[in-house]
């Protein structure tokens, strides 16, 4: 199955003036890039995963330029604009993932991503 009928399957809505998809439900959003550039298990893998309530997360391969604005426009869009952004970059061959915390300037490996020796 494609990655585009899996995120429908799952009540997934695209945002085509954002190039995203979206889920009110699950409170996350993937960029059509990162769909694009990802294979199904990676998909699967970042849907199994659950946000914080209070949190939406984003997955892009390259996050845009002002991305704490553009993510914020894109919640009052969808009408959570009570929600915390979380940029997920994931990438396009890598594989690994980092959060960033748009209000805090680090990033922190997220869990179960690495096993270090």
């Not at 550039?37 to 699967?44: A, I, Q, S």
């Not at 594989?95 to 020796?117: C, E, I, M, Y």
Request: hydrophobic share 40%; proline share 7%.
């Amino acid at each position: 199955m494609s990655n585009e009928r899996i995120l429908r399957a799952c009540r997934f809505f695209a945002l085509p003036n954002r190039e995203l998809w979206v889920s009110t439900d699950l409170r996350e959003a993937f960029s059509y890039e990162a769909v694009d550039g990802h294979d199904t298990p990676w998909l699967n893998q970042h849907l199994a995963d659950r946000p914080p309530r209070k949190e939406f997360w984003f997955y892009f391969n390259n996050a845009p330029e002002k991305a704490d604005e553009v993510c914020r426009e894109v919640l009052a869009e969808i009408g959570l604009p009570e929600l915390e952004p979380q940029v997920r970059l994931a990438g396009a061959t890598s594989g690994a993932v980092f959060q960033r915390d748009l209000g805090k300037p680090f990033l922190r490996a997220l869990r179960n991503h690495f096993t270090w020796s």
